[in-house]
């Protein structure tokens, strides 16, 4: 199609500044007056400013990658919400709607090849969660969770691999959730604003939240420095210190933890004798500057909170009391569970997953997590790295209650996207080895 290959200025003809220019002032014109009148309708102004832009600047195709790439960005920041009466809807949801929409008259053409382990992962949550909705004592609420999780984790990340970027695209779309990251933290401090224990928020919800993002973009960060070229490689490890920071100044105990079994094995993974020399340095480091760096400790950074310092001896017993609660609910029907509803209580999604569905419904849930994670194990390096924050996710999910949160799918996706680009990434060197073949039978052939 015409449209999509040069964008609507090759149909008009047009001098490409004067018709952006006409069109900003239009939008500007007609739809400011709109906008002054509330949040939401300003917020929908400047979508609908950088839609018309972005059709006219990068033709129909490309605005619907660019939409889907801005989500990325946008996703840990998920505190900004178009309607505060819809808070769960974030502007982040929106984008990512509006790129798909756009992309889906394309992606209908396209075949949709899923990895089998994941599809029967997930067949598998969504007929016994339906199954144990219906039988709860709360059918309406527990239906409601359930489209959370199907939307926000499993539709997500069928949408990404359905589009099925390349190598350079999935670069792209890394490295904007990176920078969104970047972006939260550095809001964090330009504005000074934590919460009520002093911990750094961010433009995330809760300081939990700023720090499982901070390290999901952490876990990327090797990936990237591996993909970037040489001039540019030192981006990732400084976008990496900052939201090392994030990390820290959230408090989060539990993103620390993963943080660190994640260090641990990353040498492993990455089948480096630097990665591990790296590590170890790191470990040098913090035992010659422990002293100072355990006397900084405080109630609002994770180093402390990890240590018992400031609400974490109150909210682990908070936490033993819900955690009682849940496994007592799953022991009250192990089979099919009791349902989803306040299932999120408990800070093991392991836990929430087995009161809420029962033995059935986690093991095809571990189902869906083995088929992220696997391509750590399975694909040979720089490829495998994509898995990284899969990996990340699982440990943390230990000591978190978050599931369906799109922060945590759309990296989750990347590694599902890992198995194809390998083998993309074989596939020329398959070809020239069988190239090979063919000039040696030809050479053979000759000399008989």
Known sequence: MRVRAAGLLAQLRLPPGLVAAATTGIALAVLIPVAVSSTPATIAVIFAMVLLLALIVLGFGHTSEFFVILGACLVPMSNLTPVDAVSFITVADASFAVGFALMLPDLMRRPLHLPSVFVLGVAGVLTVALFSSILSDQPLASL????????????????????????????????????????????????????????????????????????????????????????????????GVVCLYGVWSSGSRAALAALIAVAVIYPVLARSVMAGLALFAAFAAFLAFSVQLLGETSSSNALGRLLGAGSSSASDQARKLVLDEAIDRFLSSPLLGVGLADILAAHIIYVQIAAGVGVLGLAFYLVVLWATVSPVAMISPPINLLALPALAYVTVGFVTPVMWDRYIWTVMALALLAPRLAAAAAAPTAEESSAGLHRKSEVADASA
């Open 144 to 239: 409601n969770i359930l489209a959370r999780l199907l939307v926000g984790a499993f539709g997500l990340s069928i949408l990404i691999i359905w589009w099925n970027p390349d190598l350079r695209r999935v670069v792209i779309l890394a490295s904007a959730y990176v920078l969104g990251n970047v972006v939260s933290i550095g809001w964090a401090l330009v504005k000074s604003e934590v919460s009520v224990e002093g911990r750094r928020v961010g433009l995330s919800e809760h300081p939990n939240v700023f720090g499982l993002t901070a390290l999901l973009a952490v876990a990327l960060v090797p990936f990237l420095v591996m993909q970037f070229p040489r001039s540019w490689r030192w981006i990732p490890p400084v976008a």
